[in-house]
């Protein structure tokens, strides 16, 4: 392309990244299932 | 020495690519340099100008250079429709046209940019000879890019320029 006479010059450093985060193809992983707490008993009596 | 940027936000222009088969997907190419454009990761201007190599002079450079043509390119609609036409006649190839984010450094130009680094912002694809299969599949590959891809009906520069700029508005 014909762009023509230089202008100026400057430098561009994006504050935001123009490349898009890639979604996802494949399903994310599940998250890990939480284990319940252990519920503290107390101690039966003999 | 003050590095700090001119300025925080990419610059976008028009341009064109080719949509060409690689691998077993479509990738865009640079029309003129026939540069692959990578997916989720910038292109890096080269230059690639055809220079006799006399030292000192006509070494090789980072892109953009002043004294040189190299570099990634847009322009505006109205010089992309100037220029569309030729290319479209020339090829049998897949002609894609669509905005694109320029940044790192950049030389600004009556009717463009050159810069040091590219990505497509979003794309529009000529499907109208392709046939519904093959159109299906292009789109699909170039959704890879991560950006909006979207099939135009015209099959000419102008109804595609003119696509193109009702969409854009």
Not at chain 2, 17 to 39: D, I
Request: charged letters at 20%; aromatic letters at 8%; proline letters at 12%.
């Amino acid at each position: 392309m014909e762009l023509g006479k230089p202008q100026k010059v400057y430098t561009i450093e994006p504050l935001e990244d123009p490349v898009p985060t890639p979604g996802p193809d494949e399903p994310a992983e599940p998250p890990l299932e939480r284990r319940p707490e252990p519920v503290e008993m107390p101690l039966a009596r003999p | 020495v003050n590095d700090a940027p001119d300025y925080v936000e990419p610059v976008v222009g028009w341009r064109m690519w080719y949509a060409v088969e690689h691998g077993a997907t479509t990738s865009l190419s640079s029309v003129v340099q026939r540069t692959l454009w990578p997916c989720g990761a910038p292109l890096v201007a080269v230059c690639r100008c055809f220079r006799v190599r006399v030292w000192p002079f006509n070494r090789s450079h980072d892109a953009p250079a002043a004294e040189c043509r190299c570099g990634i390119h847009a322009a505006n609609v109205a010089t992309l429709r100037t220029y569309l036409p030729e290319r479209f006649a020339w090829t049998d190839l897949v002609p894609v046209v669509g905005r694109v984010s320029l940044w790192g450094l950049v030389y600004e130009h009556e009717r463009g940019w050159r810069a040091a680094l590219a990505y497509p912002q979003c794309l529009f694809v000529p499907v109208a000879e392709l046939g519904r299969p093959r159109a299906a599949q292009m789109l699909s590959d170039l959704r890879r890019y991560g950006v909006p891809v979207r099939p135009l009906d015209g099959s000419t520069a102008d109804a595609v320029i003119d696509e193109v700029s009702a969409l854009a508005a």
